[in-house]
């Protein structure tokens, strides 16, 4: 069971990234609140391993399983799908730098789930294929192919962004 300073410091450390990849999946911001709670109030019963080699990849892979969990108790997958997707970047000053955070949004929301949440582990979260292959439990090569088809959708749905901007 962690002690009290070490939940504060996990919290401190993590809540952030957790509350986004949580919301990135159940695509509700107060049911990614409450999976948030519910992580922090199992992570409190728990106690971490003594040699852990990546902090945020472990608790990402408890945020993975609850939030897996929640979807199949409410069998909402499809129903997720089809929420009015949440916004990934803060509303810009810069009209252009807006309508660029806009247009990637948008791009990242057609990915599919699975591309999508890799995606995301990559990018924002920085964990290497091997670290998201143990968050989501399958296997490496899939985490990569799932990396690399998320990557090509969004080269393509952004190629028309990057042809406006270009001089």
């Given at each position: 069971?962690?002690?009290?300073?070490?939940?504060?410091?996990?919290?401190?450390?993590?809540?952030?990234?957790?509350?986004?990849?949580?919301?990135?999946?159940?695509?509700?911001?107060?049911?990614?609140?409450?999976?948030?709670?519910?992580?922090?109030?199992?992570?409190?019963?728990?106690?971490?391993?003594?040699?852990?080699?990546?902090?945020?990849?472990?608790?990402?892979?408890?945020?993975?399983?609850?939030?897996?969990?929640?979807?199949?108790?409410?069998?909402?997958?499809?129903?997720?799908?089809?929420?009015?997707?949440?916004?990934?970047?803060?509303?810009?000053?810069?009209?252009?730098?807006?309508?660029?955070a806009r247009r990637v949004?948008?791009?990242?929301?057609?990915?599919?789930?699975?591309?999508?949440?890799?995606?995301?582990?990559?990018?924002?979260?920085?964990?290497?294929?091997?670290?998201?292959?143990?968050?989501?439990?399958?296997?490496?090569?899939?985490?990569?192919?799932?990396?690399?088809?998320?990557?090509?959708?969004?080269?393509?749905?952004?190629?028309?962004?990057?042809?406006?901007?270009?001089?």
């Amino acid at each position: 069971m962690p002690h009290a300073s070490q939940l504060e410091r996990l919290y401190d450390a993590h809540a952030a990234g957790v509350f986004h990849y949580l919301n990135g999946i159940v695509k509700s911001e107060a049911d990614a609140k409450d999976l948030l709670q519910d992580f922090f109030i199992k992570l409190a019963d728990v106690s971490l391993p003594a040699h852990l080699d990546n902090e945020r990849a472990y608790l990402l892979r408890i945020a993975h399983r609850l939030a897996i969990d929640w979807l199949r108790r409410h069998a909402s997958r499809e129903k997720a799908e089809s929420v009015h997707p949440q916004a990934v970047f803060a509303s810009q000053e810069d009209p252009d730098a807006d309508h660029f955070a806009r247009r990637v949004e948008s791009a990242l929301h057609q990915l599919p789930a699975d591309q999508r949440s890799i995606a995301e582990l990559k990018l924002w979260h920085g964990l290497t294929f091997d670290q998201i292959a143990e968050v989501q439990r399958i296997p490496l090569n899939t985490a990569a192919s799932r990396y690399r088809y998320a990557i090509e959708k969004l080269r393509c749905l952004l190629r028309p962004l990057y042809d406006d901007i270009q001089p």
